[in-house]
């Protein structure tokens, strides 16, 4: 699995990479982490129901200095996942 840290307004980047390298059939799954705090927009709600690709990580900020807090979040979804 691929795991992708991703800002929730970056829709047009994550199609980018559905379209080319997530596509490639060699991996197992391509997820993209996104960091959100109280609201999900919905139309970041529309594009995880027709992935199913993208993980919450809620209450994530998406300032440089949390980025770490916000990686380490992603890892404990791949451990269960995995």
């Known amino acids: 699995m691929v795991g992708v840290l991703t800002a929730a307004k ?6 980018a990479v ?17 960091s959100i705090d109280k609201n999900v927009t919905e139309a970041l709600q529309r594009e ?12 994530a ?5 949390r980025g770490l807090g ?3 979040q992603g890892l404990g979804f791949i451990e269960v996942w995995g």
Request: a positive charge.
């Open 18 to 34: 559905r379209k080319t390298w997530g596509a490639d059939p060699r991996l197992a799954a391509v997820k993209f982490f996104v």
């Open 10 to 15: 970056s829709a047009d980047k994550r199609k």
């Open 61 to 65: 900020s998406e300032d440089y200095w």
């Open 70 to 72: 916000f990686t380490v």
């Open 48 to 59: 995880a129901l027709k992935y199913d690709d993208i993980v919450l990580i809620h209450h």
